[in-house]
């Protein structure tokens, strides 16, 4: 009898660890699916998101240059220009004035 029942709690022990490893690759390979899913879920949201920015960067780029610059520079100028002649004129009124009146009073005085 003790030798049947060492024999079969040998067998009870191979079969349990016989089961455990079989369990164990069944997970591990559960988890290797899952952990590559999401590498191929990560990869294809990077690649998702390069492609946007690169399609954002393009549309901007593009437009940006030719749309809003343009305008913007010339817009600038002729404000500076208008800004520049306004206050050139009231230089030169003022430079007439104060000519004159020295003039005035340099023929008073003689």
Request: net charge positive; aromatic share 8%.
């Amino acid at each position: 009898i003790t030798v049947s029942a060492t024999l079969a709690s040998c067998l009870a022990a191979w079969w349990t660890y016989t089961a455990r490893v079989a369990h164990q690759e069944k997970l591990e390979a559960h988890l290797r699916a899952i952990h590559e899913e999401m590498e191929r879920t990560q990869l294809a949201t990077k690649k998702a998101q390069e492609d946007k920015i690169e399609e954002v960067r393009d549309t901007y780029t593009t437009n940006f240059s030719l749309s809003y610059l343009l305008p913007g520079i010339g817009g600038t100028f002729l404000l500076g220009y208008a800004a520049g002649f306004r206050h050139g004129s009231k230089m030169a009124a003022r430079a007439t004035r104060e000519m004159k009146t020295s003039m005035e009073e340099a023929l008073h005085r003689k």
